[in-house]
């Protein structure tokens, strides 16, 4: 769990220059457009368009954008029809990548994922062969300025949480997938700051990776995320410090 939240807090550092954001901004567009489709454009009553809406709100997304993305997937603006599809495989050191992407043209994007994941050191699994090595996990992550980690585990516990660690200047509170919103209320509720919140694949048993293997993952990793089509990537990596920090 360590690699995967380590990972998800760099990701957000590094989405606050202007053409991260505006990457940031496409990726959460398609997840509003599909979350809309798939289960209604009313967030009280979609869950999942309820997670998107917050993610946009966090990274700052205009009002106006959030509500034509969610109009397109309700149908009432013409717009692209996004498909979901899950690429499973694996990179340097034999870390398992589990690769969650929203694309409107299926050839193209696993030609380029596969090419990326040739190209830094991976390779292409099939169906099946690394979705096992993870679980669906909330993963809340809460400031951690003026207040201390045990009333973050107090509030946690009390919600129903299952785990918190403490990382980078925040502490992850990790959930069942089920209760994230019941938990990140809980949390607020409390006081607490929360800074965002997301569905992640997280791994049963992480893999210790520093090094040439790490930079090498690091690479794959950030090339990855970096494709227009791909919204997460999840690997059972538990990277260095040494080698995470060449990425801020």
Known sequence: MAGHSKWSQIKRKKAVNDQKRGQMF?????ELTVAAREGGGDPNFNPRLRLGVDAAKSANMPQENIDRAIKRGTGELEGVTYEEIVYEGYGPGGVALYIETLTDNQKRTVAEV???????????????????QFDRKGMIYVEAAEVDEDAVFEAAVEAGAD???????????????????????????????????????????????????????????????????????HSNADLDESVLSQAL
């Not at 496409?26 to 398609?30: A, D, F, P, Q, V």
């Not at 596969?114 to 096992?132: I, Q």
């Open 26 to 30: 496409t990726k959460l567009i398609r």
């Open 114 to 132: 596969r090419h990326l994941l040739d190209k830094n050191g991976g390779n292409l699994g099939t169906a099946g062969s690394v979705a096992w």
């Open 163 to 233: 785990d918190v660690t403490s990382e980078a200047g925040e502490y992850v509170v990790t959930t069942d997938a089920g209760s994230l919103h019941e938990v990140r209320r809980a949390l607020a509720g409390a006081g607490l700051t929360v800074a965002s919140a997301q569905l992640a694949m997280v791994a049963k048993n992480a893999v210790a990776i520093a090094g040439r293997t790490g930079e090498r993952l690091l690479k794959l990793l950030e090339v990855l995320d970096d494709h227009d089509d791909v919204q997460q990537v």
